[in-house]
């Protein structure tokens, strides 16, 4: 998964991070209108003997904010002592979009569409840019901690990207309780990684602007099972528990509302289905119609949408079937 080589310097925003050093450092990206400046923080923990250099990144939407919780923790925590290679930590990758609540930057543009960016392009083409030039060209693997849009709520999943064999052991190494493949998206971030020969996963969790803190455990969970995996650190904190492994999906399915009204659940996300059980209805607001929403087939549910009120065809539950 990764070359063996001599430790290296870590160099970001023009500091130099040293075997054995443990900094803080800066990008500068852009300014706002007041002339104030924006800098997206990185954390570099650089450990004295050679090994892999892992990047652990959060806030790719400024919304999802469970990603940022997982490494705000693991900083406080100081789970980073490494005992070889590097840690490459970022928070807050869209500095923009979390002070504004949204997934996007100020101009509307996705910067996860916006791989891999120009010098001279736009807010989100730009800090695409440096993130490239700055961190994915250091990296030799990377976790991309992310949550479900809107008010669909994602039950701890892991997707890879098929047909690349890597990815998938670090899909199984970080062992969350569902992973799948997933193609690639033109201009994301794990779309250039992939370009760049960077295995990536990308961790989905919760929903965004509310903490859910049994996806924020499950997410501190599998790094340090990848950070031990490789050798990075020698143990796990006894606090957090190894599952006894993923629950690998394929066939997956949106279930839409059928008509528009108010939609009540009747199953926990997370839980196992059997074909024709029912998951939940969709009713009028006067009592005198409702439509049920039955399983397509046996296999898991691992996200929900919790908007009350829906309309035709909007997504309500994804369901996978177990390879």
């Known amino acids: 998964m990764f070359q063996e080589k001599d430790n290296r310097n870590i160099e970001i925003g023009g500091e130099t991070v040293f075997p054995g050093e443990d900094k803080l450092v800066k990008i500068s990206i852009d ?20 090994g892999p250099t892992l990047l652990i990144q959060a806030g790719l939407h400024g919304d999802e904010i469970n990603g940022i919780e997982i490494v705000r923790r693991m900083i406080q925590e100081k789970k980073f002592k490494i005992d070889i ?39 989100a083409s730009r ?19 992310h949550t479900g849009g809107a008010q669909r709520h994602n039950f701890p999943q892991i997707r890879f990207t098929k047909n690349d064999e890597n990815s ?19 201009g994301s971030f794990r779309n250039a990684a992939f370009q760049m020969g960077k295995p990536t996963i990308v961790f989905e969790a919760g929903e965004s602007m509310r903490f ?5 455990l499950q997410g501190i969970q599998g790094i340090l099972n990848v950070l031990k995996h490789f050798k990075m650190i020698s143990s796990i904190d006894p606090m957090y528990v190894e599952r006894t492994g993923t629950v690998l999906l394929s066939d997956r399915k949106w279930l839409r509302a059928p008509t528009a009204g108010m939609f009540i659940p009747v199953i926990t996300n997370g839980s196992e289905v059997r074909k024709g059980q029912e998951m939940g209805i969709v009713t009028d607001t006067y009592a005198q119609r409702s439509k049920k929403i039955r399983a397509p087939f046996d296999g898991f549910v691992f996200s929900v949408n919790h908007q009350a009120v829906v309309n035709q065809g909007d997504a309500l539950f994804h369901v996978g079937k177990p390879l």
């Open 212 to 216: 859910d803190d049994y996806s924020i």
């Open 168 to 186: 998938k052991k670090l899909a199984e190494i970080f062992n969350a309780p569902f992973s799948f493949s997933s193609r690639l998206i033109k």
């Open 127 to 145: 800090m695409a840019y440096h993130y490239i030039s700055e961190i994915m060209d250091q990296m030799d693997f990377a976790i991309d901690l």
């Open 85 to 123: 290679g590097a840690v490459i930590a970022v928070p807050i990758l869209n500095i923009f979009g979390f002070i504004h609540f949204s997934r996007d930057v100020p101009d509307g543009k996705d910067v996860n569409r916006s791989f891999p960016g120009t010098k001279s392009g736009s807010m």
């Open 31 to 50: 300014r706002l209108p007041t002339g104030t400046l924006i800098d997206i923080p990185v954390y570099v923990f650089n450990a004295k003997h050679a």
